[in-house]
């Protein structure tokens, strides 16, 4: 029951999408800013009664490798989700890759455990539909804020649901068992990243226009592969003008 | 590992931009991978190094942008002495609690106008993350970096996108304040870390 309710929610969601192609987007577009904002809350909330202790518990008994290793594993699942969209970026090279890495990784890599691929110089090349839309010209659309999950925006959150139907365990495994894999997955990566979260809360005047302007950043860094080197809008460089009002 | 960041150094040197970051990282490095200096000395010294290759002059315009206009004279140099700190100390604990072993710088990269991108790599315990330092010559001739790019994300733009939400609604003083109060937090947090 779970494909058709997907592939109806993705039909419906396309003409919203392709209706926002093109154009220059700033990454503070965010019509739906009050909801938005009432989502951050929530799961600020949930992080820190819930999640943060749960992934600082996890931290604390789960060996670094180990987290090493579950992350090499869920990501290795992965490995149909970025071949196609390699793919469809005209990237056959880095699709082969991909190819290359799952053979190794889920042979000599242990099932995937180990990511023996990059340590013979085969990089990763992650990438996922709402990567393939930018590519294609698509803007990002509103900013949304998901329950629990956090960040996306139209382009992205739709390219979520499209890139579940590459994803072979959504097929295959029982709903309960999927779920509890993805929770595993979910405070495993909260576990690697708390440095990383300490840091953003740490730095942060306004956490809720941070998140989304870096999200914003960071998705337009990994629609150009990462080889964007410099802002888009180079006026961000531009002197403004001092005198006072 | 010293020796690696001076042989980064020495490989990259053919332009002044490049040469620079490629000195401040070995200096960075070194710093921190010195066993003989205590926290507190750790922290000075890298903050000492980065305030001087920081542009303090464009950087706090740069991410107040068009709400500039709005500050008068003393609160444009109280905020700059405030953002400075608040920068300076992020950029330590970031640097501090991710466990650098090595900066690779990579190439540079001359920008329409004039300003130069320095790509460098910082090797990680467990990852890489790509570090992009955005360079413009100072009245005085000397390179200096006029903003960050981790991961893609930059950091002038981000906090201009902070500065800008708040300005919406506060008042340029109400800002300063919450930029001190920031920093007085941080600071305790540091000192509650190294228990001091």
Known sequence: MRRPTWALAALLLLPAIVGCASGDQRSDFDPLEDYNRAIFFLNSGLDMILFEPLATGWDFFVPDPVQDSLSNFFTNLMFPVYFVNNLLQGEPGYAFDELGRFIINSTVGGAGFTDIAAKWGIEPHREDFGQTLGVWGVDPGPFFMLPVLGPTNFRDGFGFVVDGFAAPQNYFLDPAILGAASGVN????????????????????DPYVALRDAYFQKRQDDVANGQSESPKEESLYDMPEEDEE | MIAFALFACAAVQEEPPVQRIAELSASVLTT??????????????????????????????????RNLKKFDDGQRERFVAS???HLVHTYWTNTDSFSLRAIDVQRGREESNGDWSVVTQFQLEGSNSSVVYRMRKDDAGKWMIIDVLVEGVSLVANFRSQFQSLLSSDTPDDVIQQLEEKNAESEAKYREREGE
């Not at chain 2, 991978?33 to 290759?53: C, G, H, N, Y």
């Open chain 1, 186 to 205: 979910f405070i495993n990566e909260k576990s690697r990243n708390l440095k990383l979260i300490e840091a953003f809360k740490e730095s942060a005047l």
């Open chain 2, 32 to 65: 921190l991978q010195d066993k003989e200096l205590s926290a507190r000395a750790k922290r000075e010294q890298f903050e000492t190094a980065l305030k001087e290759s920081v542009d303090w002059n464009i950087v706090p315009k740069l991410v107040l942008a």
């Open chain 2, 83 to 85: 953002f400075q700190q």
